[in-house]
């Protein structure tokens, strides 16, 4: 016998109640005058039609909850097994999600966790002698012969728009990667990689990873161009305070570059850094000191192009035109 469940008991006192009713109407004063009397008013001239029907439908649904078999809850049990929740590992907003998704340029980009985890393959062992480590400072010249071929693969598939392939040779590069200068490479590329997808949080990372293995490196050079990757993310997020700390600190070491005899690839550096840090300071209301950051900018600049036309005339236009957008802002 099936259980009674609590709305098949409310069906049947209702039904019940309903004949009750039915009773009442048809027989006020009954039961040695312990019915109370109903005033139908206009459908006094109906008490016989309206105590019928009350009765037909009181014994309706008695009826009703002794046919109908019990009612149960559904569990998590008797949920279908496919029906699984799936998080992606972007969050879009509901006007994001109902726009079509956009082709990204990476598709087949592995994360930097990933490209990390991966281990380096070591070389299998001799039957006649074991293989001593190598120590991870110093690689041989085959070690950076192979990073450096990777890097140049990655390039090259970059250029091409084989964007699997280049995916496939940064993975490559990340694993082959054993100095804290190949370390600092490889995670520029992947900073280079997310941000050309508009993966910024990925880029953000790959680019401070670098800015660690630049600093571990000492190299002045190296530790620069991290500052100023690190500042340029800063800048798109529109965390001027932090691009500012870093284009000043990276400018800080280019202009000792220059100081301690830096030749034409130090000075067209120092010329970069300069309008970094200009253009931050614009966005920040600092109109004067963007004009002489770009008005030393743009000498440094003429003396290039007066070396090298070819090379460096086409940025000397570029500084000369945005020095002359600042300073007519700065006389409106």
Do not use: C
């Not at 990276?250 to 034409?264: D, I, K, N």
């Not at 500084?319 to 006389?331: K, V």
Request: proline letters at 5%.
């Amino acid at each position: 016998m099936a259980p009674i469940t609590g709305s098949h008991l409310s069906e049947r006192a209702l039904g019940a109640g309903l004949g009750g009713l039915a009773y009442v109407i048809l027989y006020p004063g009954g039961l040695e005058g312990r019915v109370p009397v109903i005033d139908l008013g206009a459908f006094e001239s109906v008490r016989l039609g309206v105590a019928l029907a009350a009765a037909l439908l009181g014994a309706a649904l008695v009826i009703a909850a002794l046919m109908r078999g019990p009612t149960r809850r559904k569990s998590r049990d008797d949920l279908p097994a496919t029906a699984v929740f799936k998080f992606d590992d972007e969050v879009l907003d509901a006007k994001e999600a109902a726009l079509p998704e956009e082709p990204r340029p990476f598709q087949d980009l592995t994360s930097l966790e990933t490209l990390e985890a991966t281990p380096v393959p070591a070389p299998e062992p001799t039957p006649e002698t074991e293989p001593e480590p190598e120590p991870l400072a110093t690689p041989s010249v085959g070690e950076d012969d192979a990073f450096d071929a990777a890097r140049a693969e990655l390039r090259a598939h970059a250029r091409a728009e084989d964007w699997a392939a280049a995916a496939r040779a940064l993975q490559k590069a990340t694993t082959l990667a054993v100095s804290d200068r190949q370390h600092m490479l490889a995670a520029q590329d992947a900073g280079d990689f997310a941000r050309a997808q508009g993966r910024m949080d990925d880029a953000i990372e790959a680019y401070d990873l670098a800015l660690a293995h630049a600093r571990l490196t000492q190299a002045p050079d190296l530790i620069a161009d991290s500052l100023l990757n690190v500042g340029d993310m800063a800048y798109e997020e529109h965390r001027l305070d932090a691009a500012v700390d870093a284009y000043e600190a990276a400018l800080s070491l280019r202009r000792h570059q220059v100081q301690e005899g830096g030749g034409v690839e130090a000075r067209h550096a120092l010329s970069i850094a300069l309008e970094r840090l200009a253009d931050v300071r614009e966005d920040r209301g600092h109109r004067t000191r963007a004009l002489d950051l770009y008005r030393e900018s743009e000498a440094i600049a003429a003396e290039l192009a007066r070396a090298d036309e070819a090379r460096f005339g086409g940025d000397l236009a570029t500084t000369r035109q945005r020095l002359a957008e600042l300073e007519s802002r700065l006389l409106a």
